[in-house]
């Protein structure tokens, strides 16, 4: 009975005790902020990188296709590169081109049935005044459009995770975090000629 007495008073352990039963939910927490914090610093760098690049590639009409689109991809590359990307995964980058900005997005219409796509007799927005919805129409055969193109380019990074058991928590479990950014432009109206 003494030695119970003596055990209940001593308490020299507690705070170890304490400290073993709160530190799992404390480095979670701890984590699972640097996750997200550095899930939203790379999204809003990719932003940015998606217009710098979009950018770069709008104005240099003068060099080939090609070397335009080697300058794009550089660009996000270096943008992005303090952000690692999940292993066995690459940037995906796609452009669409169209001949004006009313050609690039379709035009507004009433959703009736809730099907997400228009049908025939749905109310829309005629902005060309043609008398039938368009939808958006792309340009076919170039990647980055001429003089005067409106481009939407849009990039797919895959993000790593940086600490599993919150990406799996936060429903990444495959260790990717699919970050994506878009922008639509006009290229320059008219390319300089050389002399």
């Not at 228009?118 to 340009?139: F, L, M, Q, S």
């Not at 940086?162 to 432009?185: C, E, H, K, R």
């Amino acid at each position: 009975m003494n030695i119970l007495a003596r055990l209940r008073g001593n308490v020299r352990g507690v705070t170890i005790v304490e400290f073993a039963i709160i530190l799992p939910a404390m480095l979670s927490l701890i984590c699972g902020a640097i996750e997200f914090g550095h899930m939203l610093f790379a999204r809003v760098v990719l932003e940015g990188a998606v217009t710098e690049a979009a950018r770069a590639a709008t104005a240099t009409l003068e060099t080939k296709e090609s070397e335009r689109t080697a300058i794009m991809r550089a660009s996000i590359a270096r943008s992005m590169n303090d952000f690692g990307t999940a292993p066995g995964k690459t940037i995906d980058i796609t452009t669409t081109v169209y001949r004006n900005f009313s050609t690039a997005f379709p035009e507004t219409y009433t959703d009736a049935n809730g099907n997400k796509q228009y049908d025939k007799g749905e109310a829309y927005v005629d902005r060309n005044r043609n008398g039938i919805w368009d939808n958006a129409t792309p340009v076919t055969g170039n990647t980055l459009g001429g003089p005067g193109d409106v481009v939407s380019y849009t990039v797919k990074f895959p993000k790593r995770v940086l600490f599993g058991f919150v990406g799996s928590v936060m429903g990444y479990g495959s260790g990717v975090i699919p970050l994506s950014a878009s922008t639509v432009v006009r290229n320059e109206a008219v390319v300089s000629s050389t002399s």
